[in-house]
């Protein structure tokens, strides 16, 4: 029980820990957003409506998204809270079983899966933010505009290969919440791609095997059938016979009778 008490001490400790840092940013992030709306709104109908639209929509966008995983947030530590509080008390019998209940649970609907998506809303909402300011400063200036472009997309790239490092090395520290799906994807890509190359070969196989025994006849006639035993009244299936006969009628048959090597040649019928 102690070992128990241990694990959930480390399991609360570690999700009330991303909780809260998640809590500091979004409050941040949504004042920025917040305040670069009200600061840009009057100046956009001036612009391109095409570009206004756009960047209005990714700053809310942006700031909706925020809001709601600040609210995710919240709603994840009153879990760990409900979590942590399970089974404390009652009798070590009684304890152990509701702690093994809330665990199963916890893995049944995919806890942790859940809550490791709440700082993948956030990096959207970023995604968003650096989006509609790039945008913006496109109407107003075009160079500083290919600067945050240009610096945007740097951003990302980093990311990327950052997410990779985790994807393809189970060692690599830089690991973030988007490894483990994308890991499980993975393997059931591979899984679902190599039970449809077996289907394929075990179905060409008969299909191309039946075309090369039914394309020339007349060259298959030559090979030995692998069904026939051999027996010594039959002809055709004889070991002393190799061509058998072609057509029907009394067709000529070259055949390798025996090889005596007493006379020091081969007979030959």
């Not at 530590?77 to 509701?98: C, D, P």
């Not at 806890?111 to 709440?118: G, K």
């Not at 956030?122 to 989006?131: C, E, G, I, V, Y």
């Not at 048959?253 to 090889?259: A, D, K, M, Y």
């Amino acid at each position: 029980m102690k070992l128990a008490d241990e694990h959930d001490k480390e399991f609360q400790q570690k999700y009330s820990t991303d909780l809260d840092t998640a809590l500091i940013f979004a409050g941040l992030f949504s004042a920025v957003s917040s305040a670069f709306i009200i600061q840009i709104q009057p100046l956009l109908p001036s612009s391109t409506p095409i570009i206004a639209v756009a960047v209005l929509s990714f700053l809310y966008i942006s700031l909706f998204t925020t809001l709601l995983a600040a609210l995710l947030a919240v709603l994840g530590k009153q879990w760990v809270m409900y979590y942590q509080a399970a089974g404390s008390r009652g009798t070590i019998e009684q304890r152990g079983l509701e702690r093994q209940r809330k665990l199963d649970g916890l893995r049944k609907w995919k806890f942790e899966t859940v809550l490791q998506m709440f700082p993948l809303l956030l990096q959207f909402a970023l995604l968003l933010f650096s989006s509609a300011l790039s945008l913006y400063l496109w109407t107003v200036h075009r160079s500083i505009a290919a600067i945050v472009f240009t610096l945007t997309l740097l951003g990302v790239g980093c990311y990327v290969l950052l997410l990779a490092s985790a994807v393809l090395s189970p060692d690599s520290p830089f690991q973030t919440p988007l490894a483990p799906p994308l890991l499980s994807m993975m393997s059931k890509t591979g899984h679902i791609l190599k039970l449809t190359r077996r289907r394929l070969r075990s179905y060409w196989r008969p299909v191309g095997s039946s075309l090369v025994s039914s394309s020339n006849p007349k060259v298959t006639s030559f090979l030995p059938s692998p069904r026939r035993h051999l027996h010594g009244h039959d002809r055709e299936s004889s070991p002393t016979s190799i061509f058998p006969t072609i057509g029907g009628g009394t067709s000529r048959c070259v055949g390798i009778r025996n090889i005596h090597r007493s006379h020091g040649g081969l007979c030959w019928s």
